[in-house]
């Protein structure tokens, strides 16, 4: 059993940097593909990002050149980092992991993924 727990939501301001983490119980970043998505209240679950094993990430429309998801194998770490946000990226953000080597027209679906963190909240305001 795969647990993921993200870390680092919090409070930003508008045009504000900030990074997400996701820790998996075992080790997974090094082989998993893994992702980021996020759901605003109202809204449909979005794809962040995501990355496969030793591969380039793959990024939503809406975050790119402002996101950058990394997978830290060293450390089993995944993470979001998060620039000039807005206010319109308030979400709880979830991590996501699959141990299949998921095609590139995927990546982005959620049913791609079999684990899945709790999220944590994100809120961009002054």
């Known amino acids: 059993q795969v647990q993921l727990a993200e870390s680092g939501g919090g409070l930003v301001e508008p045009g504000g940097s900030h990074q997400l983490s996701c820790a998996p119980s075992?080790?997974?970043?090094?082989?998993?593909?893994m992702a980021w998505f996020r759901q605003a209240p109202g809204k449909e679950r979005e794809f962040v990002g995501g990355?496969?094993?030793?591969?380039?990430?793959f990024y939503g429309n809406s975050m790119k050149g402002r996101f950058v998801i990394r997978k830290d194998n060293a450390k089993n770490l995944l993470t979001l980092q998060m620039n000039r946000l807005q206010s319109d990226d308030t979400a709880v953000y979830y991590c996501?992991?699959?141990?299949?080597?998921?095609?590139?027209?995927?990546?982005?679906?959620?049913?791609?993924?079999?684990?899945w963190g709790q999220g944590t909240q994100v809120t961009v305001s002054n």
């Open positions: 996501a992991a699959t141990a299949s080597t998921l095609i590139a027209s995927t990546i982005g679906t959620q049913s791609s993924y079999t684990y």
């Open positions: 075992v080790r997974t970043v090094s082989v998993y593909t």
């Open positions: 990355i496969r094993a030793r591969d380039v990430p």
